[in-house]
């Protein structure tokens, strides 16, 4: 064997094993960002819906707040449902429902720090 030949001897694992171990890092970021988008998603869904249900004739903006609780408890985790707001606005004349979802940013899994993200839904309310 020559002098070239040895000294590239077992060079492949340790290239493999920190390819790997680099392929294996930005495989799980990209998981954890597409599980941050998830959460932001569902998070406006569940504030939206919310919203439109407490648009409805006969229905307060509490009902949207618990409502948009209740889908966020259900898709995600309690956690998500702690800090769920809801009142009427007025824009441009027109009465709105506003439902507030401040929930944690998923950092590692579904753990992060409490109330980073503020969504918002809004509806127009319904008249009699």
Known sequence: MSAARRDDAGAAVVDFTLVGGLVVVLFVAVVQLALVQHVRNTCVDAAAEGA?????VGRAPADG????????RSSLAAS????VTADEVVVDGLRLVRV?????LPV???LGPAGVM???GHAPVEDA
């Open 118 to 120: 503020e969504l918002r």
């Open 100 to 104: 507030t979802v401040r929930a944690p």
């Open 108 to 110: 590692v899994g579904l």
């Open 65 to 72: 707040a618990a409502r948009a609780g209740d889908l966020l």
């Open 80 to 83: 998500y449902a702690q800090d």
């Open 52 to 56: 439109r249900y407490a648009a409805h």
